[in-house]
């Protein structure tokens, strides 16, 4: 099951702010991912980050993974329309296994 | 995006009836795996394969079975389809360099009535 914990679970903001989530476990991973899911597809994947401290940004997305390695956040900045949608984490073990957030759900007002 | 599809999109069926689904992926990866996303549970891992006929259990691997008879080709069956496996499952590859970074195909959505 879940193991993590992501938060806000949503966010209403208005276009042009910065946006800021994040997930946390009490295990410790050795990948952390981030996806984005709009309605009726699958999840793209948006960064991925394979070392505790490590900073990666692709575009105005900005990740990092904890030097814990127990947790991860995402910066969205300057928010645009298109950035609706909902973005989940998910750490991985290094075997195959996955554990996912449940989702923080982002709507940006014009 | 990762060459991956699945089919059908959607779906509907009746109680008792065999379903089978279908993940076919261009990128040689060697680990597949089957998800279902229900609201307030997220993604579960109903059953994975690390290679051609090398398959495992996930976590909610009950009434569910797969077969991997080719590398590009990851099939899931529903034996008998029961209302409880209503729900969006997607396929997810992984390899090369992470085999953690895991992408994820379009989903297919299907009800059981």
């Known amino acids: 099951g879940q193991q993590l914990n992501q938060s806000p679970q949503s966010m209403f903001i208005q276009e042009g702010e910065d946006v800021s989530m994040n997930c946390t476990s009490s295990s410790i991973f050795n990948t952390w991912l981030w996806y984005k899911q709009d309605p009726g597809e699958g999840p793209v994947l948006l960064i991925a980050?394979?070392?505790?401290?490590e900073l990666t940004s692709n575009g105005r997305l900005t990740a990092q993974f904890g030097i814990t390695r127990k947790d991860s956040f995402l910066n969205i900045s300057a928010s645009i329309p298109s950035d609706v949608g909902i973005y989940f984490c998910?750490?991985?073990?290094?075997?195959?296994?996955?554990?996912f957030g449940a989702g923080t759900r982002l709507t940006v007002k014009p | 995006d990762a060459g991956i599809t699945q089919s059908p999109r959607h779906k509907v069926t009746e109680t008792g009836t065999p379903v089978t689904l279908r993940c076919h992926q261009t990128e040689n990866h060697r680990y597949m795996y089957w998800y279902r996303q229900d609201p307030g549970h997220g993604l579960r891992l109903i059953h994975y394969s690390y290679g051609v006929k090398d398959t495992d259990k996930g976590e909610v691997s009950d009434g569910y079975s797969v077969s991997r008879s080719k590398t590009e080709d990851f099939l899931l069956t529903l034996e008998s389809a029961t209302s409880s496996q209503t729900s969006v499952y997607f396929c997810?590859?992984?390899?090369?360099?992470?085999?953690?970074?895991?992408?994820f195909g379009p989903g297919t959505r299907l009800t059981v009535l």
């Open positions: 980050l394979y070392k505790a401290g």
């Open positions: 997810a590859i992984s390899g090369g360099l992470s085999t953690d970074t895991q992408y």
């Open positions: 998910a750490g991985g073990f290094g075997n195959n296994d996955m554990r």
